[in-house]
């Protein structure tokens, strides 16, 4: 069973890892390989994702000492992204995550979360009572991507 924690800095290289694997198995269900290759060209610099993590509301899912999942929360209510490992997908551990991201805003005093939810992800916001505002094109390595602008009322 997986619990939620705050970030640490010893997670940016398996976050790094997660985000680049999920995309490259679990997105490929609704994205092409040339998709996933312009969203997720090579595994991330851990350096740089932890200078981004550790100034947010970066939560983990930890499942045994392993990252099984994670989520930033941005001071503004965006939730910029939360993945889970492609084994953890299914098992409840994005709805811990998403709970704990809610449960983070409230504290925080925000209103709304919104974000961007890929295809794959669109139906797991869905279940969890985001409603989409809009459906984006937004280009990665000049490779049209489509994600969905969605928000949730706290």
């Not at 890892?17 to 040339?34: Q, W």
């Not at 045994?64 to 992204?81: K, P, Q, Y």
């Not at 993945?83 to 551990?93: E, K, S």
């Not at 869905?126 to 009322?153: C, D, E, I, P, Y």
Request: some cysteine; charged content about 25%.
């Amino acid at each position: 069973m997986a619990v939620v924690r705050d970030y640490e800095p010893g997670d940016a290289e398996s976050i790094c890892h997660l985000f680049y694997e999920t995309v490259r198995t679990v997105n490929l269900g609704d994205y092409s390989s040339e998709q996933v290759r312009a969203w997720a060209p090579e595994i991330p610099d851990p350096a740089a994702w932890h200078e981004r993590m550790s100034g947010r509301h970066t939560l983990v899912a930890d499942e045994g000492g392993e990252v099984v999942g994670f989520a930033e929360l941005e001071e503004s209510g965006h939730l910029d992204m939360l993945y889970c490992r492609a084994d953890a997908v299914g098992r409840g551990v994005g709805s811990l995550l998403c709970a704990a991201v809610e449960g983070r805003a409230r504290n925080l005093g925000l209103a709304r979360i919104s974000t961007e939810a890929c295809i794959t992800a669109r139906p797991f916001f869905g279940r969890h009572r985001f409603r989409v505002l809009r459906r984006n094109t937004v280009w990665r390595g000049g490779t049209a991507l489509t994600n969905f602008s969605m928000q949730k009322a706290l």
